[in-house]
T-cell receptor
Framework: DQQVKQNSPSLSVQEGRISILNCDYTNSMFDYFLWYKKYPAEGPTFLIS?????DKNEDGRFTVFLNKSAKHLSLHIVPSQPGDSAVYFCAARGPGTYKYIFGTGTRLKVLA | NAGVTQTPKFQVLKTGQSMTLQCAQD?????MYWYRQDPGMGLRLIYYSASEGTTDKGEVPNGYNVSRLNKREFSLRLESAAPSQTSVYFC???????????FGSGTRLTVV
């Protein structure tokens, strides 16, 4: 059973607009969340994180929002750029565990 | 700044053959991980090593063995390859067990 779900396999957005990538999780014990970006033929690279004690974290054009009651997090990219075209993975872990559970990924295409 | 280096990048095996995937990191990280990525499945943890001298099973350990040779190196061995092990394999490392990961660029393995 998939504990971390990214229900949109793909998303297309115009350059300059907002991209919103969503992630849902089922385990209420998860307390730390990460987003990774992956280009073809490369490994995932860390993008942004959020702890369960926060509901928002920003880093430049990237903002992650966490809604614990809904067990939902989202990544906002504003403004979107063609170089943002990649696969985005969310990942979650629970307290006292070393293991991150990854979602299946969303492929973002930013159209110039 | 090499980060995490994986070899080989590509490999084709026949069913029943064995091989070892190599991984080395130069960031003095304590923890290392092996993941596999399959279409529609996200990244799934095979084995991890929280620190030098320790290894533990992840979500999908069957058919694999690992060796934490020293602090830098963490290898993944397939003793008798099966077509179900066709996948892209990623090695990752982190400074501490629950920290964000740095990933290698992956090994694309095909078992025929």
């Amino acid at each position: 059973d998939q504990q971390v779900k990214q229900n949109s396999p793909s998303l297309s957005v115009q350059e300059g607009r907002i991209s919103i990538l969503n992630c849902d999780y089922t385990n209420s014990m998860f307390d730390y969340f990460l987003w990774y970006k992956k280009y073809p033929a490369e490994g995932p690279t860390f993008l942004i994180s959020i702890s369960s004690i926060k509901d928002k974290n920003e880093d430049g054009r990237f903002t992650v929002f966490l809604n614990k009651s809904a067990k939902h997090l989202s990544l906002h990219i504003v403004p979107s750029q063609p170089g943002d075209s990649a696969v985005y993975f969310c990942a979650a872990r629970g307290p006292g565990t070393y293991k991150y559970i990854f979602g299946t990924g969303t492929r973002l295409k930013v159209l110039a | 700044n090499a980060g995490v280096t994986q070899t080989p990048k590509f490999q084709v095996l026949k069913t029943g053959q064995s091989m070892t995937l190599q991984c080395a990191q130069d960031m003095n990280h304590n923890s290392m991980y092996w993941y596999r990525q399959d279409p529609g499945m996200g990244l799934r943890l095979i084995y991890y090593s929280a620190s030098e001298g320790t290894t533990d099973k992840g979500e999908v350990p069957n058919g694999y063995n690992v060796s934490r040779l020293n602090k830098r190196e963490f290898s993944l061995r397939l003793e008798s390859a099966a077509p179900s092990q066709t996948s892209v394999y990623f090695c990752a490392s982190s400074e501490a067990p629950a920290d964000r990961y740095t990933f290698g660029s992956g090994t694309r393995l095909t078992v025929v």
